[in-house]
């Protein structure tokens, strides 16, 4: 009778960490972390398609002049890892300034515009997202600070 146990016993210990292995295979580990090695790629534009000057055209507030016409130039902006651009958005009763950098992809410029010298109780200021359409156009949106709509723009090369 004590072989019975015996045999028993080791059978049951045998059980015990079958599904002891089991139960421990399906408790969730953190991931393992590390790079995954996958590439970003090339650049599919490039920065240099922003510089120069373009014929600019933009929706508004509700307006009678709009959509409103305007030129735009854009250069290169002194940064250190040379990635900022300023534009130059000539209107009818003033010029915005436009500063920001161009993404990874290099053919889209975000920042922020503002009118300098802009005393009033409102300035006109805010955020822009420009990209270069072949190297010819420019599509893209600019938000004025304290409005929840974008207004388009688009360009094209002068």
């Known amino acids: 009778m004590s072989e019975h146990r015996c045999s028993l016993l080791a059978v049951l210990l045998l ?56 030129m735009l ?19 009818k009763r003033s010029t915005a300034v436009l500063q920001g950098a ?5 053919n889209v410029w975000v920042g922020h515009w503002a009118l300098p010298d802009d005393t009033s109780d ?7 997202r420009i990209e270069t359409r072949g190297g010819n156009a420019l599509t893209g949106s600019y938000q004025r600070e304290g409005m929840t709509i974008p207004f388009r723009l688009s360009g094209t090369r002068n």
């Not at 130039?73 to 209107?91: C, F, H, P, Q, R």
């Not at 161009?102 to 290099?106: E, H, L, M, N």
């Not at 409102?122 to 822009?128: Q, Y």
């Open 73 to 91: 130039t854009i250069e290169v902006k002194n940064t250190a890892d040379g990635s900022g651009l300023a534009g130059y958005w000539e209107m």
């Open 102 to 106: 161009v993404g990874v992809d290099q």
């Open 15 to 70: 059980a015990v960490s079958a599904i002891d292995a089991t139960v421990h295979g399906q408790v969730a580990r953190p991931p393992a972390g590390g790079p995954d090695w996958s590439s970003i790629g090339p650049p599919t534009g490039n920065a240099q398609d922003f510089l120069g000057t373009w014929k600019l055209t933009w929706d508004g507030p509700v307006d009678a002049n709009c959509p409103c016409h305007g």
């Open 122 to 128: 409102f300035p006109m200021k805010g955020n822009f």
